[in-house]
């Protein structure tokens, strides 16, 4: 008995697998965009990973091969101090990603946190939509530029200042989704039964929101890159021994017209992951709400 229930509950458990299986392969046949899109990110994560392992010590110096032209010696070519553009490039992958997706992380749970309570709890809804009323009011890249200068140059300071300025827009996003899905009849009847909030959070309200907060999260993601390559640029970002791509183009800037490959490397691969999560963002929109794909058609 305990043989054939043990067998049963394998088969079962493989059927289970095998049906999952199914559902992700028709879900990514059908947007074959999301395939590509997280195809492409995830090559970038494992060049990420893979970079320091593989690569030279990108921030080693050595004066005599300054300023070479890309060659198969050197791919990507070098920077007036004689380090690998291409060992610098990869590696500044890992400090965009790390950025990217610690903001997508902050703003996210912090953002769910204030728009639940302000959509549930009126009594404190007006408090915390002005707090971030008064966030948005200042401009995102100078918030962070006078975080930074509070603070110092450090990768976690970064993550910290551009939190803070894209926390207000995942919050009203989350907000302006609960105020239509406590209205609906089974949330009424939830409340009407005595359900505690917290589970009512849980099981109704989640995940309803989720595919807008995915969706926020990617652009998130998008923007904290983009904002830690300016903040870099304008020298507030992450230290200059740090060779983020934002780094790589403030110094190449000087030698435009010797060593254009200093700029033109790390601004391809900054634009290109950029469109990527954008690309996968717009994506992942039209998967989870049906209600625009059909409007465009």
């Known amino acids: 008995m305990s043989m054939a229930g043990t067998m049963t509950d394998t088969a079962a458990a493989a059927r289970n697998r095998s049906s999952v299986v199914r559902r992700i392969t028709s879900f990514l046949a059908k947007h074959p965009v999301i395939l590509i899109g997280g195809a492409v990110l995830l090559l970038f994560i494992v060049t990420a990973l893979l970079a320091p392992l593989v690569l030279p010590d990108p921030t080693r110096l050595n004066p005599v091969q300054r300023l070479r032209t890309p060659s198969l010696q050197h791919l990507f070519g070098t920077d007036q101090f004689g380090r690998s553009t291409l060992s610098r490039t990869l590696n500044g992958t890992r400090i965009s990603l790390t950025v990217g997706i610690l903001v997508a992380v902050v703003t996210t749970a912090v953002g769910l946190l204030f728009g639940l309570f302000a959509g549930f709890l009126r009594r404190i809804d007006n408090v915390i939509m002005r707090l971030m009323d008064g966030i948005m009011a200042i401009p995102g890249i100078l918030l962070a530029i006078a975080l930074m200068s509070l603070f110092g140059s450090s990768i976690q300071n970064v993550v910290v200042a551009i939190s803070i300025a894209e926390i207000p827009r995942m919050a009203r996003i989350v907000r302006s989704s609960v105020l239509v899905i ?67 183009l403030a110094e190449g800037r000087q030698y435009l017209q010797r060593g254009p490959w200093m700029i033109a490397f790390p601004g391809a691969c900054l634009a290109l992951l950029v469109l990527t999560v954008n690309v996968l963002g717009d994506a992942l929109r039209d998967a989870l709400d049906p209600r625009l794909s059909r409007s465009r058609r």
């Open 182 to 248: 406590r209205e609906q009849p089974y949330v009424e009847a939830a409340v009407t039964n005595g359900t505690k909030l917290s589970r009512l959070l849980w099981r109704h309200v989640l995940p309803n929101i989720a595919a807008p907060v995915i969706v926020q999260a990617t652009y998130v993601f998008a923007s904290a890159m983009i904002v830690e390559s300016v903040l870099s640029f304008l020298g507030a970002g992450t230290p200059p021994t740090i060779p983020s791509w934002g780094n790589m």
